[in-house]
């Protein structure tokens, strides 16, 4: 029994031998045909990918006595009954050109999943198909869109680039909402670049180029800010003005122009083919001593802005009122809306100057002539009792009772808690004999621009031109412009600001003269300051403050000048020149700044150098 149970132990292994053999020889695809040879291919264990986005680098162990691989790729699956080069696969290395390890493969698609796989060849035989451990992989998403260089993106426009003659169709992008598909042209794909157009400033957007339905790559940018390009508003006249603009600013869809300061949000008037290649528009049929804004737009974005006023006149939106008495000042404080006061004698008004709240805004005219001051207007300050839009004197001469019968202001605005300005403008007018020129107290009132243009302040107390005792931010913008400011005390200042935040302070040429302490005092505020073609003299050889106390942030300096042996105790960027006070000035101690340095005229009070 027992030699009987080894020998059928010993048949039944025979028979698990055979069947183990065969099953092998068919996992392995292992024939009897001489063409084939298993020990002839190379192991599956060495055959390697790594994928880019269109090719891949394939490695395996090379293999004795190879002449050469072929290598098969396909997005179907592929396994040994599949015909090398069916549909969907692309095979390398049938001309013999592949005869060493490793080897990029072309031609792929991204983000696309391929099967791999891998045979040796020689005269005389071949190997069996090798197949990746994992049979696939996957490719990278492509990119052939370039980084884009910051000199191919403006405003409105960006460039992209690819390397030339890739295959590619149309790219997509979004703006305003909407998906916009651009078709390439054949001289784009040739090229391999592209200018879109017409973008919105300071926008992200996402291009997607694409081979028919494959996606080749994307590229993220985000273009720059619009810079307003130069202009200018020439020839104002009372009813009309001419704008002009830097040609370069490329393409313009409209122009805004409407009465009053705003920043425009879209055009809502047409350019004409000739105003685009002349640059300019001109403006008829304005109202006189009226404000505009004109700005070019570009879609909903402003190229270039200017807001200006004609010259002076009477608008026709004002009713006026003669007025050459204290009487006939009181009656024309009863009208209600815009007033426009002409005066046709000296008058003073005090104890009478309180601007009543029917009154929407306010003109003072002293004469067509600026250059003539007819008339003089005497009062203890102008107050007002409720809010107003414009209040503007033009052409008069400005007096208050001196600072020595008690404090007394061109216009007092030191308890109007709740009144509310848009623009205070004192124009071509000679103001003397005032402790100060305008001044807050501890109020809540709110000036958005205060404008001293063409006017010669002269025997002005310590007030100065400006002075705010309170504690708020009060006036917004101060502009000093085309002006001579002499004080009647050198120690005095020009500005006295102790609000917690101060104005935007310009001045333009002006010349300031006689300060030996500080010109300005900001009290616990901090100025934004821009002051250009400016001429300063008489600090009496001394160093002076031009800010004191709080810090002060320099927006401009430019065509700063001082006479010899003055100076600044911080510099900003001024200029020291070599001429003295009566060197550079007639006769600055009879109030004369004629400036007599032919290089130096154009800077300074344009009065001086007519």
């Known amino acids: 029994?027992?030699?009987?149970?080894?020998?059928?132990?010993?048949?039944?292994?025979?028979?698990?031998?055979?069947?183990?053999?065969?099953?092998?020889?068919?996992?392995?695809?292992?024939?009897?045909?001489?063409?084939?040879?298993?020990?002839?291919?190379?192991?599956?264990?060495?055959?390697?990918?790594?994928?880019?986005?269109?090719?891949?680098?394939?490695?395996?162990?090379?293999?004795?006595?190879?002449?050469?691989?072929?290598?098969?790729?396909?997005?179907?699956?592929?396994?040994?009954?599949?015909?090398?080069?069916?549909?969907?696969?692309?095979?390398?290395?049938?001309?013999?050109?592949?005869?060493?390890?490793?080897?990029?493969?072309t031609g792929l698609l991204g983000e696309t999943t391929y099967y791999l796989r891998i045979k040796s060849m020689s005269k005389d035989k071949q190997s069996n198909w090798v197949y990746l451990p994992d049979y696939k992989f996957t490719t990278d998403k492509e990119q052939i869109i370039s980084?884009?260089?910051?000199?191919?993106?403006?405003?409105?426009?960006?460039?992209?680039?690819?390397?030339?003659?890739?295959?590619?169709?149309?790219?997509?992008?979004?703006?305003?909402?909407?998906?916009?598909?651009?078709?390439?042209?054949?001289?784009?794909?040739?090229?391999?670049?592209?200018?879109?157009?017409?973008?919105?400033?300071?926008?992200?957007?996402?291009?997607?180029?694409?081979?028919?339905?494959?996606?080749?790559?994307?590229?993220?940018?985000?273009?720059?800010?619009?810079v307003m390009v130069e202009s200018q508003i020439n020839d104002i006249q009372q009813t009309s003005a001419v704008f002009t603009w830097d040609t370069s600013v490329g393409r313009l869809t409209g122009y805004y122009f409407a009465e009053g300061e705003t920043y425009p949000q879209e055009a809502n008037k047409s350019l004409t083919d000739e105003q685009i290649t002349a640059?300019?528009?001109?403006?008829?049929?304005?109202?006189p001593n009226t404000t505009y804004t004109v700005a070019i737009m570009r879609d909903n974005t402003v190229r270039a802005m200017q807001t200006f006023k004609t010259a002076m006149?009477?608008?026709?939106?004002?009713?006026?009122?003669?007025?050459?008495?204290?009487?006939?000042?009181?009656?024309?404080?009863?009208?209600?809306?815009?007033v426009a006061i002409i005066l046709k004698g000296d008058i003073d008004i005090s104890n009478k100057e309180t601007i009543p709240s029917n009154i929407e805004s306010l003109l003072i005219y002293g004469g067509d002539d600026k250059n003539t001051k007819t008339y003089t207007l005497t009062s203890k300050g102008f107050k007002f009792s409720g809010s107003i839009e414009t209040f503007e004197i033009y052409n008069v001469n400005l007096k208050t009772y001196p600072s020595s019968t008690g404090g007394h202001y061109v216009i007092d605005c030191k308890s109007n808690a709740d009144v509310n300005i848009n623009?205070?403008?004192?124009?071509?007018?000679?103001?003397?004999?005032?402790?100060?020129?305008?001044?807050?107290?501890?109020?809540?009132?709110?000036?958005?621009?205060?404008?001293?243009?063409?006017?010669?302040?002269?025997?002005?107390?310590?007030?100065?031109?400006?002075?705010?005792?309170?504690?708020?931010?009060n006036v917004e913008n101060i502009d000093l412009i085309n002006s001579t400011f002499y004080p009647l005390a050198s120690g005095n200042s020009l500005m006295t600001d102790k609000g917690t935040t101060g104005a935007n302070v310009t001045i333009d040429n002006t010349t300031i003269y006689g300060f030996n302490s500080s010109i300005i005092t900001n009290q616990g505020t901090t100025l934004s300051f821009s002051i250009t073609n400016t001429l300063f003299g008489g600090f009496g050889g001394k160093s002076v403050y031009l800010f004191r106390y709080a810090a002060f942030e320099i927006k401009e300096c430019k065509n700063v000048f001082l006479?010899?042996?003055?100076?600044?105790?911080?510099?900003?960027?001024?200029?020291?020149?070599?001429?003295?006070?009566?060197?550079?000035?007639?006769?600055p101690s009879t109030y004369d700044f004629t400036v007599n340095i032919d290089d130096y005229k154009n800077f300074g009070d344009p009065y001086w150098n007519k």
């Open 1 to 105: 029994m027992k030699t009987t149970k080894y020998i059928y132990g010993l048949g039944l292994s025979f028979v698990l031998s055979g069947m183990f053999l065969n099953s092998c020889t068919d996992a392995n695809d292992w024939g009897t045909n001489e063409s084939f040879d298993r020990l002839f291919g190379t192991k599956q264990s060495s055959f390697t990918v790594t994928e880019g986005a269109v090719s891949a680098e394939v490695g395996w162990d090379a293999t004795v006595d190879t002449e050469y691989y072929i290598i098969e790729a396909s997005t179907d699956s592929l396994y040994d009954e599949i015909p090398m080069g069916a549909e969907n696969s692309i095979v390398y290395g049938e001309d013999g050109s592949i005869t060493q390890s490793p080897y990029t493969i």
């Open 147 to 226: 980084e884009v260089a910051d000199t191919d993106i403006t405003d409105e426009s960006v460039v992209l680039s690819w390397e030339a003659g890739l295959e590619v169709t149309h790219i997509t992008y979004t703006q305003d909402g909407e998906l916009v598909t651009y078709t390439l042209t054949d001289e784009e794909k040739a090229s391999g670049k592209v200018t879109f157009s017409g973008l919105s400033a300071m926008t992200e957007y996402v291009f997607y180029i694409y081979n028919g339905e494959i996606l080749r790559g994307e590229q993220i940018v985000t273009t720059k800010e619009a």
């Open 279 to 287: 640059g300019k528009i001109e403006l008829t049929g304005l109202e």
């Open 313 to 338: 006149g009477i608008p026709g939106t004002y009713t006026s009122v003669e007025v050459s008495d204290i009487s006939g000042w009181s009656t024309a404080m009863q009208n209600t809306g815009k």
């Open 423 to 473: 623009s205070i403008y004192i124009t071509s007018c000679d103001v003397s004999d005032a402790r100060g020129v305008f001044r807050l107290g501890s109020t809540s009132a709110k000036i958005k621009r205060l404008i001293f243009n063409d006017c010669r302040f002269k025997g002005i107390g310590d007030y100065g031109l400006y002075r705010n005792d309170g504690s708020a931010e």
């Open 563 to 587: 006479t010899s042996g003055n100076s600044f105790e911080s510099t900003i960027g001024e200029t020291v020149l070599e001429y003295s006070d009566t060197d550079l000035f007639n006769s």
